[in-house]
């Protein structure tokens, strides 16, 4: 796979086709699995992880799985950095060292992490809220490496991880959800307090100790330990409906209360970005989410969700450095943006 294929691309999940996508970003799940033959990874040497990842590269291999593998301890650290906005592998993975590698599939919904913080880590995403799907391909995924390895496996316990917190199922299932009404209305902190409460995480863009530029959360389970993957499935498909209904009626009330000065808000941010000539990551993802939002509640008809979606990624620092084919510093990043974002939509007419 060559990463500078990928900065003209978009993966499957920013697409905004599946169910509820407007709110719903994508559906992602992933499964924490080790060898039963090695040490977790934090008390393992050097010459085990390197063992651990050419088990994994040869059963991957044997599964004739489409995945194509790239060997992440040699990737230069934009490359690596590159790989984290683009949600395929993690930052923990970013910053560790040694042998690791990651297997994305073509249309980048499906990344195997290998010597992360456990032995494998298997992820799944989908556009929109798409999480019986999501678990149905991880679930047909996990039994296939299953098939060529033995992973360590408690009758008790269930499945044993390097952190406590994923023993048992070892998923944690999670979605991606823009909330910009219920941040503007200042409902989001009473809405995280209530998650809190029945014991499901809220995080930023990127994950645990992100966070959350442009309106969006994660939102998953905490614990694996005690419930099976239907239940804690269940349990956030039944939740996840009522956060959007809640977002639903901040937008409604934005709307019918507030029209001329949301539309305002909504323009001035497709204005700005359209003709800003430089432009900090913090500032683009805060006018993209009132522009995403404006799309959907109809202020904006000449662009379309895809390419917001996209835009969210392929304006971060790593991706325009690709795209320019050299480092770039903070200045002239921002100053690279601006172009990008001007070029990408150039072709737009904002119609009132």
């Not at 790989?83 to 297997?103: M, T, Y």
């Not at 809640?246 to 700005?272: F, N, P, T, W």
């Amino acid at each position: 796979m060559n990463l500078d294929d990928l900065t003209r691309t978009g993966g499957e999940w920013l697409k905004g086709s599946g169910p509820e996508s407007d709110i719903v970003m994508c559906s992602r799940i992933r499964l924490a699995r080790n060898l039963a033959t090695y040490p977790f990874i934090n008390r393992a040497s050097r010459g085990e992880r390197a063992d651990i990842e050419r088990e994994f590269r040869t059963a991957l291999t044997d599964a004739n799985l489409d995945l194509s593998y790239i060997d992440v301890n040699s990737l230069p650290k934009l490359d690596r950095q590159f790989l984290v906005e683009r949600q395929l592998i993690s930052r923990e993975h970013d910053n560790a060292e040694g042998p690791r590698g990651v297997a994305i599939g073509p249309e980048e919904n499906v990344s195997v992490l290998i010597n992360e913080e456990d032995h494998l880590r298997i992820q799944v995403m989908q556009s929109g809220l798409s999480l019986p799907d999501v678990w149905e391909r991880i679930n047909r995924l996990d039994d296939q490496i299953e098939e060529q390895l033995t992973y360590a496996f408690s009758p008790q316990l269930g499945y044993l991880t390097a952190c406590p917190t994923n023993v048992g199922t070892g998923i944690r299932v999670g979605v991606m959800l823009h909330l910009p009404a219920l941040v503007h209305t200042k409902q989001i902190d009473k809405v995280f307090r209530a998650l809190h409460k029945i014991n499901l995480a809220v995080r930023g863009l990127y994950g645990e100790g992100t966070q959350a530029f442009g309106d969006f959360y994660q939102i998953s389970n905490q614990q694996t330990l005690g419930k099976s993957e239907t239940e804690l499935i269940k349990n956030l498909s039944d939740v996840v409906p009522q956060i959007i209904s809640y977002e639903r009626q901040a937008r409604k009330a934005m709307i019918e209360e507030r029209r001329q000065v949301l539309h305002d808000r909504v323009s001035r941010a497709y204005g700005v970005l359209k003709t800003a000539h430089t432009i900090s990551s913090e500032e683009t993802m805060l006018l993209l989410s009132d522009v995403r939002m404006g799309i959907n509640l109809g202020l904006i008809d000449d662009l379309e969700i895809p390419t917001v979606n996209e835009l969210f990624i392929h304006t971060q620092p790593a991706h325009l450095q690709k795209l320019q084919g050299r480092p770039l510093e903070v200045d002239d990043r921002n100053i690279a943006r601006a172009s990008y974002l001007r070029s990408r939509l150039a072709n737009g007419k904002h119609t009132d």
